[in-house]
């Protein structure tokens, strides 16, 4: 069984900064895609952030590019999630999420090809 754990969340004016972690445990890490999904009250679940568990591919959804930025430590089973110049529409839950497949550089944007999800952490930016 695989597990997740985010941390990091919290509340920020805007402009700020915050760094996401997600701590997998209970498998091979390095075999995994993980990504980075948000929900704001009200909304549906979106693609952030994913890197390919080789770690050398990583997409972004277009209004966090430049200003978000996704890493992996395989050595810490952790993957992070570097988020500046943070706007008040970040705010949201940000949940990460594990996939397994069989291409390495392969950067998963759909939450249907995630097997495993944390039960995330609050962002606030506010105004």
């Known amino acids: 069984q695989v597990q997740l754990v985010e941390s990091g969340g919290g509340l920020v004016q805007a402009g700020g900064a915050l760094r996401l972690s997600c701590v997998v445990s209970?498998?091979?890490?390095?075999?995994?895609?993980i990504g980075w999904f948000r929900q704001a009250p009200g909304k549906e679940r979106e693609f952030v952030a994913a890197i390919s568990w080789i770690g050398s591919t990583t997409d972004y959804l277009d209004s966090v590019k430049g200003r978000f930025t996704i890493s992996r430590d395989n050595a810490k089973n952790t993957v992070y999630l570097h988020m500046i110049s943070l706007k008040p529409e970040d705010t949201a839950v940000y949940y990460c999420?594990?996939?397994?497949?069989?291409?390495?550089?392969?950067?998963?944007?759909?939450?249907?090809?995630?097997?495993?999800w944390g039960q995330g952490t609050q962002v606030t930016v506010s105004s």
């Open positions: 999420a594990a996939g397994s497949h069989t291409v390495v550089f392969f950067t998963p944007t759909r939450a249907a090809e995630y097997d495993y």
């Open positions: 209970g498998h091979t890490f390095s075999s995994y895609a």
